[in-house]
Each structure stands twice: as structure tokens, then as C-alpha cells.
């Protein structure tokens, strides 16, 4: 607004009456101001009923979103219901009569499917039920991350989404799944003890879980966030819309398509990470125990996304590790632990391993996750207390005080051998330009700060 010659030499008289009289100045000098300038009280008042409008249409969409998500539980809880007296009578019957309601299980198979991921679509629009993806490498501390989710009993807690023994016809016998009683197995991986076994959230879904496919395992490993992926987003708002509870997903396959699973759902996404020589010793010590299954992972995953990937690629070349595909998870499993591990040595495997690890750090850095950095928690009484907090922030309350995690005193590697892979990783990303520079510079300086920590002993 501009001011005439007429109103500025009342401001200056207004001043000399102000620096006398203070009091009545402040009152006087602030009647002149609404009496000068009256547009800028209505712009205020106008933004003032706007931000009014704004916030009764969100309230208004949310009471909406709610009555849909009422609606369409009523409508999930009628064919579950019905499911479950169809599987009552199917067990009763026999021959003829069986294949009959082998079909009508089919069928209310499919209309339970749609009903889950239309619910899944309408929960993630209300900011109390959006889900939490914890999105980690194996042997990072994530089950006990989820276990400690699924103990509030306030979350509905999927472990493993992407785990390969989903595509089993029937996953309620936890025999078949791992070959040994739940007990033993957790024993002998090293995690938290639970009351209930890994996959009980899973167990009510009647058969298999629909809509899983054996790619969603590795293949997918890597997504561009622009890609569809129609199918891989139908299995994961299936599973929202199951969940009776604000469910929570612990992956241990997700840390490079984290970037898809930021763009294509409104959910809190975590990172969990572990310093990676011990992780990578945790490996190491599975594969002097017999189990060959991480190092196997390593490879499965940097050969299936070789054409995904430039350092892959490069790594593939240089150490032979083709790409396998089978029908059947085992078999390609089988071969990647038979003909590709037994050639490779302990340094080179830990190339493999840190290439993965450092591009889901940079992954995760460039979607701004939350970073639980699991040994700065275990040493840092102040990072418990910073990460309890932040966690808040989205209504997540959790009782870190027992968190912890092993460090090894005996590495399979020098640290001269640790340095030189790792550098290896390093100058082959930048020399790709893999990623932007900023972002490589960014990782570096966390990993300086936060990982590499002299807590930490290394």
C-alpha cells in the first residue's frame, strides 16, 4: 500500500507522541495501524476462513473415509464368516460333494482378495491406520524390531511379506516351514523368543496367501518408483485391508524398493540398519554353522538383478554370478549355494555383501526414512531416548531400553581387507555415477558419523 505525503508526516508526529508517552503511544500507535491499513486485516481474515474451509473439508473427508472403511469391514467380516463355514463343510464332506465347495472356496477366495485391497486403499488415507514399513537387510536386528511391534499389541505385525515360504500351499504347520519346532529355530538364528510363531498373523488367511508370487521374493529386489508393479501393490493392500490392527511389515527384501513403496503408498518407512562388517560376520557365522542361507541371498539377489542395476551388473561380471531362474524357489536356491558359493572367497563375498548394503543405505537416504541405527541405540543411552522420541512423532510408542545387538571381537576379515573392500564398493559407484553425487557424498558422511563410530571399535 502507499503511504501519501499527508499520512507520513502523521507518522512522524505519532513517533515524538509515542517516545513521550509509551503507554498510550503503543495503544495510539496501533489504532493508526488497523486505521491505515485495513486491507491487510481483511487478507488475514480471508486466510483465516480459508484455512477454517480447509480444515472442516479434511474432517469432512475423513468422517467419510471412516464410514466407507465401516462399511467395508461389515462387508470383510460377512465373507470371512462364510469362508470359514465353507471350510467347516468342506472338511466334513467327501468325493463329489468336496470339489463342490473346493469351487465355492475359490470363489469366496477371490471376493475376500478384492474386498482386502479396496480396504487396504481406504486405510492408508487415514493417517492412524497408515501402515509401518521397517525396510532392513537379514541379520540387522529386525526381528527384534518387529517383535517388539507386535508385543505393544497395538499393530497388526507381518514378518517377512516377501519371505519365499508364503508360497507354500498350507503355512500353518511351522514344521513344514522350517523343519524344526519354533523354539529351536529361533534359537539357533538368534532372536528375541516369542510366544507366537513367525507367521501367526498370516495363519487365519485361509490356503495361500493370495496374490503372492515367487518374484516378489528377489526378482523385485530392485523397482524403479515410476514402475507399476500392479500386481506386487494388490499384495500389499491385501494385506493392509486384512489387518485387523494398524499393521506393521518387517522386511528383510525391501531396502532398494523402498523408493517404490514410498511414491506408491502413505506409510511410515524405517530404516533399520546394522554396522556391516558385523552384520556381515553374522553371516559368516551361519556359514560355519552349516547354513549357507545369507551369503545365498547375497548372491540370489545381485544375479536376479544384474539388468536392474549397473553396480550388479558390474559385480556379476566380475565374480561370475549369473542370473537363475526355475519355477521353484529351492531349486534356483540350490543352485546359487552350489555352483556359485563354493568358488568365491571371503573377501569377495563380503564385496557382494557391502554392495548391497551401501546402495540401501543411499536408497533409504534419498526417500528421507526414519534411520534406526541399531548399535548407536545399543550404545547410546541419548540415541534410545532421540529414537523413542522420533518414533512418537508418528504414534509409535516403544520400549527400546532392552535393545541390543552382538558384536563380533573376531572378524573373518583384517580390517586392512575390511578398508579395501569397502573403498572397492565405493570408487566403482562413483565411477558408474550410480547415483547422484550428492547422495554418495551424503552416505559417506552418515557412514563417518554414524557408523563408523568410535563406540563401535572400528
Request: proline letters at 4%; aromatic letters at 12%; hydrophobic letters at 35%.
Amino acid at each position: 500500500m502507499t503511504m501519501q505525503r499527508g499520512q507520513a508526516g502523521g507518522l512522524h508526529k505519532l513517533g515524538l507522541l509515542i517516545r513521550k508517552v509509551p503507554v498510550v503511544g503503543s495503544i495510539v500507535w496501533w489504532m493508526y495501524m488497523i486505521a491505515a491499513a485495513p486491507g491487510k486485516i481483511f487478507v488475514l481474515s480471508e486466510e483465516n476462513e480459508r484455512l477454517k474451509a480447509s480444515n472442516q473439508e479434511v474432517k469432512k473427508e475423513q468422517a467419510d473415509l471412516k464410514r466407507k472403511l465401516e462399511q467395508a469391514n461389515q462387508a470383510l467380516t460377512v465373507s470371512i464368516k462364510e469362508m470359514d463355514d465353507e471350510v467347516k463343510e468342506f472338511e466334513r464332506s467327501t468325493g463329489e460333494q468336496q470339489k463342490n465347495y473346493e469351487a465355492q472356496l475359490a470363489s469366496l477366495s477371490d471376493i475376500i482378495t478384492k474386498e482386502c485391497v479396496e480396504l487396504g486403499k481406504l486405510k492408508v488415507r487415514i493417517p492412524d491406520l497408515q501402515p509401518v514399513f521397517i525396510h532392513s537387510i537379514f541379520r540387522s536386528g529386525s526381528t527384534y524390531l518387529w517383535n517388539k511391534f507386535r508385543s505393544t499389541g497395538k499393530f497388526w505385525a507381518y514378518h517377512e511379506p516377501f519371505h519365499e515360504v508364503l508360497l507354500a500351499l498350507e503355512i500353518r504347520d511351522q514344521k513344514k516351514i522350517f523343519g524344526t519346532p519354533l523354539e529351536e529355530h529361533t534359537k539357533f538364528l538368534g532372536h528375541p523368543p516369542t510366544d507366537k510363531h513367525y507367521f501367526w498373523e498370516y495363519f487365519t488367511i485361509n490356503s495361500k496367501v493370495p496374490a503372492f508370487q515367487k518374484e516378489f521374493t528377489l526378482d523385485f529386489f530392485c523397482i524403479n518408483p515410476d514402475e507399476g508393479k500392479e500386481d506386487l501393490k494388490d499384495y500389499l493392500y491385501f494385506l493392509i485391508g486384512y489387518s485387523p490392527l494398524r499393521p506393521v511389515f518387517k522386511f528383510t527384501r525391501s531396502s532398494m524398493r523402498s523408493g517404490w513403496m514410498k511414491k506408491h503408498f502413505d506409510a511410515v518407512n524405517i530404516y533399520l540398519l546394522r554396522h556391516p562388517r558385523f552384520q556381515f560376520e553374522s553371516y559368516q557365522s551361519h556359514l560355519n554353522k552349516g547354513n549357507p542361507y545369507f551369503h545365498t541371498m547375497t548372491l540370489m539377489t545381485i544375479g536376479k538383478n544384474q539388468d536392474k542395476n549397473s553396480l550388479f551388473a558390474e559385480l556379476s561380471s566380475r565374480y561370475n554370478i549369473p542370473r537363475n531362474d526355475s519355477v521353484n524357489f529351492k531349486d534356483e536356491m540350490a543352485w546359487y549355494t552350489n555352483e556359485v558359493l563354493p568358488h568365491l572367497k571371503t573377501k569377495e563375498l563380503y564385496v557382494l555383501f557391502y554392495g548391497i548394503w551401501l546402495c540401501s543405505l543411499i536408497e533409504n537416504l534419498r526417500i528421507h526414512a526414519i534411520f534406526f541405527n541399531i548399535d548407536a541405540v545399543d550404545a547410546s543411552p541419548e540415541e534410545k531416548q532421540r529414537m523413542t522420541a522420533e518414533l512418537k512423532h508418528y504414534n509409535i510408542d516403544l520400549d527400546l531400553s532392552d535393545c541390543s545387538i552382538a558384536r563380533s571381537a573376531n572378524l573373518s576379515l583384517h580390517n586392512h581387507e575390511f578398508d579395501e573392500a569397502e573403498q572397492e564398493v565405493h570408487r566403482t559407484i562413483r565411477r558408474l555415477n550410480l547415483y547422484d553425487k550428492g547422495l554418495v557424498d551424503q552416505a559417506e558422511e552418515y557412514m563417518k558419523n554414524k557408523v563408523f563410530d568410535a563406540r563401535l571399535g572400528v
